[in-house]
């Protein structure tokens, strides 16, 4: 309560922000992983690699919003009444059986690929089941045909056939021929099955666009100008080191360099990281766990140039090596509504506190 009796505004919890105070005092780096290959208007997912493995976000196939019960409120014909009742009828009750509601979406991209490794597998398997009925056909023939083994062969005086048993015998023999060129004739046939079934299930895995190669690109901004510094690219993607980092970071450092802001992630917290802090005498602060806005501009820097890849198409990291460049040459030269003077750009405002 407030001496006057009235009651206490509920207090809010409000951010302190500070920047430094001049250029190159203190940097904002982080670390952003993009496919190796893009389509333009694709969505970049957004990738985490900070406990030494990338976590990718899983897309939306469809890239439709999802359905929900609150959406009914969007239809503007839909009196309050009609729109309540539609909500209650959509949700899911309080008590008994809950509603399970069919997605019309294709599966992912990753199920897809595990239901056709597992009819590969299983056509393997009939494969081998086939071979082994083929081999009892096979013993079976050479027993119909009279095959006997050498060591059972036995000198023993031959007894004279009846009549009309000879015949019969050769009528008998050209049954079992034509019975086995039949056999052989179906078995040819089921291997050309076979081997079409199989053909068609590798292709339908090479056509699969999955993303399995990434590339890092380091991100160094100057806390007070908000310029960018540079953006080295990595074709390590996801292997990256931090030996790596930690040299593409010694060629972009100010000289006059006092702090370095990062997150808790792997490659800025190892051995070779420190030691580069203590080469190069500045302090290495880390942001709190689960607080990236801690590292704000760093993070609003990844959205940004996320936003500008977003309608851009590379297949080799040539392609996204000049996109960068033009990239960097854009951001550095445009207004940025971060600094004090809203209307000036990064390298208009870090001209200025030169001057001073």
């Not at 009235?6 to 005092?25: E, I, M, Y």
């Not at 694709?42 to 359905?67: C, F, I, T």
């Not at 997150?263 to 302090?283: I, K």
Request: charged residues 25%; glycine residues 6%; positive net charge.
């Amino acid at each position: 309560m407030e001496p006057g009796g009235q009651p206490d505004k509920k207090r809010r919890f409000a951010p302190v922000s500070r920047t430094a105070d001049l250029p190159g005092q203190t940097l904002n780096v982080d670390l952003l992983f993009v496919p190796a290959c893009h389509l333009a208007d694709v969505k970049l997912p957004a990738v985490s690699g900070s406990s030494g493995h990338l976590v990718v976000e899983r897309l939306s196939e469809s890239g439709q919003e999802p359905d929900y019960p609150g959406r009914v409120f969007a239809d503007p014909d839909l009196d309050y009444a009609t729109a309540m009742q539609a909500f209650v009828q959509a949700s899911q009750p309080l008590s008994g059986p809950r509603q399970i509601t069919k997605s019309a979406e294709k599966p992912s991209q990753r199920v897809e690929i595990r239901q056709l490794r597992q009819k590969e597998t299983e056509l393997g398997a009939e494969r081998r089941h086939v071979r082994q009925l083929r081999h009892l056909e096979d013993l079976a023939w050479q027993a119909q045909r009279g095959e006997k083994p050498p060591e059972a062969e036995t000198a023993q005086p031959k007894v004279r056939a009846h009549w009309g048993s000879r015949k019969l015998q050769i009528e008998l023999q050209r049954g079992l021929r034509a019975q086995r060129r039949q056999q052989l004739a179906l078995r040819q046939s089921a291997d050309e099955c076979w081997r079409l079934a199989r053909q068609n299930l590798r292709e339908q895995l090479t056509k699969l666009p999955v993303v399995t190669a990434w590339i890092a690109i380091l991100l160094v901004t100057d806390n007070c100008t908000r310029r960018c510094l540079g953006l080295p690219l990595f074709l390590a993607g996801s292997h990256v080191t931090a030996e790596m980092v930690v040299a593409a970071l010694r060629v972009l450092l100010p000289v006059d360099l006092q702090f370095l802001i990062s997150d808790r992630g792997v490659h800025f917290t190892a051995q070779v990281f420190q030691q580069l802090a203590m080469e190069a005498g500045f302090l290495h602060v880390v942001i709190a766990r689960h607080r990236p806005q801690s590292n704000g501009i760093a993070e609003r820097f990844v959205r940004t140039i996320k936003e500008w890849l977003a309608d851009k198409a590379w297949a080799s990291d040539t392609e996204l090596l000049e996109f960068l460049h033009l990239f960097l040459l854009e951001f550095n030269d445009r207004p940025h509504q971060g600094l004090p003077n809203p209307g000036l750009s990064p390298n208009e405002f870090a001209k200025r506190l030169t001057l001073m």
